[in-house]
T-cell receptor, first 113, second 117 residues
Framework: GQNIDQPTEMTATEGAIVQINCTYQ??????LFWYQQHAGEAPTFLSY????GLEEKGRFSSFLSRSKGYSYLLLKELQMKDSASYLC??????????????FGDGTTLTVKP | GAVVSQHPSWVICKSGTSVKIECRSLDFQATTMFWYRQFPKQSLMLMATSNEGSKATYEQGVEKDKFLINHASLTLSTLTVTSAHPEDSSFYIC?????????????FGQGTRLTVV
């Protein structure tokens, strides 16, 4: 099966850097996604990692270590609008999980002035 | 990025009635679409995988006779909540991947807030 863990809540200050961790245990792995979701809205895509290493995209970066079953999302120069829930999702590769994404419970980030 | 349109954005219905939610890929063809349900302060739970031209694949615990899915074309999938009850009140979200595209991101519709009274 799929098991995904991420912290429930985090708080950071405007202008700072925050790292949101995600660990996963899966029966098959075909990529890891990070999504941002504001309250009452659908998730929006932030990043996709399938190979080990760091992917940088503007203020957001995502890291993956497949051997450790670990990923993090790094947000730099935090802005108030970054207050949202951040979802880690793993896409399955084999069997009944093939092609499907399993989501973690999300990390609610609050950015304070 | 690609656009997925979901309609309606919100709906209120009486208990016992049925509600249809549409999910359209506007600028790409989607062989596969996914339907999720999200309760307040919880994550997205996959309900079913909608396959164009064939029956949907439902996740364990999801009643296929209650949540009817039709994927009649490469750009449209519908979810019908039949005989809705207050416990069906939730945020329903669809996502779609582009046919033949890289095995990357799925694009989400804007979601439908269903309230059953």
């Amino acid at each position: 099966g799929q098991n995904i863990d991420q912290p429930t809540e985090m708080t950071a200050t405007e202008g700072a850097i925050v790292q949101i961790n995600c660990t996963y245990q899966t029966s098959g792995f075909n990529g890891l996604f990070w999504y941002q979701q504001h309250a009452g809205e659908a998730p929006t895509f932030l990043s996709y990692n399938v190979l080990d290493g760091l992917e940088e995209k503007g203020r957001f970066s995502s890291f993956l270590s497949r051997s450790k079953g670990y990923s993090y999302l790094l947000l730099k120069e935090l802005q108030m609008k970054d207050s949202a829930s951040y979802l880690c999702a793993v896409k399955g590769f084999t069997g009944t999980n093939a092609g499907k994404s399993t989501f973690g419970d999300g990390t609610t980030l609050t950015v304070k002035p | 990025g690609a656009v997925v349109s979901q309609h309606p954005s919100w709906v209120i219905c009486k208990s016992g009635t049925s509600v249809k939610i549409e999910c359209r890929s506007l600028d790409f063809q989607a062989t596969t679409m996914f339907w999720y349900r999200q309760f307040p302060k919880q994550s997205l739970m996959l309900m079913a995988t909608s396959n164009e031209g064939s029956k949907a694949t439902y996740e364990q615990g999801v009643e296929k006779d209650k949540f009817l899915i039709n994927h009649a074309s490469l750009t449209l999938s519908t979810l019908t909540v039949t005989s809705a009850h207050p416990e069906d009140s939730s945020f329903y979200i669809c996502s779609a991947r582009e046919e033949g595209g890289l095995d990357t991101e799925a694009f989400f519709g804007q979601g439908t807030r269903l309230t059953v009274v």
